[in-house]
């Protein structure tokens, strides 16, 4: 509880960010940041690690106020970043930190209180699944798998027939477009000589 009272110190607006560039201040709540994220971390495991019913609501209480400040730190940091993917890497430097620190993972607190919840959302979805109709094999070829059911290799493959469709499609009306230009260019050549003007114009009327 000590690193919470610290951190409400440290995140206490001072005079110094009142007007203060924006790097200044990405820099200042990317720390902030970063020590939310360990604050969490810590007030987790010891939840986690109580077994005291008053305790663990009182840790409860200050990891959700931590949680909730958090998000309100990493909305800020995408303000000023202007984009939702933020660098941390030279606050992770000077903290001599690993990425590993940002990465987090939902509190377990939350799996328990859960727990049957989870577990009759689970069993919902086993009675799904044993519902759902068997595939139909093919003419000769393999069992045709559901869109739920499509594996890696058969949505690369797919993405690449399609890729390969529309490629193909642009080449073509491209080159529509280059015989379409060239029989333009030959016909204003033409101009002048027994095809009459009026004539040109109809035809390229009909290649339009």
């Known amino acids: 509880m000590r690193d919470v009272l610290d951190l409400l110190e440290l995140d206490q607006p001072g005079d110094e960010l009142k007007g203060a560039k924006d790097d200044v201040l990405i820099n200042h709540f990317s720390y902030l940041y970063i020590r939310y994220i360990q604050c969490y971390k810590n007030l987790e495991d010891c939840m986690h690690q109580h077994v005291h019913p008053q305790k663990r609501m009182a840790i409860k209480s200050a990891l959700e106020s ?14 000023f970043c ?4 933020i660098s941390f890497d030279d606050i992770l430097v000077d903290l001599k930190l690993t990425p590993e620190t940002l990465e987090l993972q939902a509190p377990r607190y939350d799996v328990d209180e859960r727990e049957q919840e989870l577990s009759l959302r689970q069993k919902l979805w ?3 699944d044993a519902q759902r109709p068997a595939p139909e094999a093919g003419d000769g070829g393999p069992q045709s798998s559901l869109p739920g059911q499509m594996n890696m290799d058969d949505a690369l493959r797919m993405i690449q027939r399609n890729e390969r469709g529309r490629q193909g ?3 073509s009306d491209f080159m529509k477009d280059i015989r379409r230009q060239e029989e333009k260019e030959k016909l204003g050549d033409a101009v002048g000589s027994d095809i009459s003007e009026e004539g040109v114009k109809v035809v390229l009327v009909q290649i339009s």
């Open 66 to 79: 931590v949680m909730g400040r958090l998000l309100e730190v990493k909305f800020l940091l995408m303000q």
């Open 82 to 85: 202007k984009s939702s993917i």
């Open 126 to 128: 086993k009675s799904f």
């Open 169 to 171: 499609r642009a080449r």
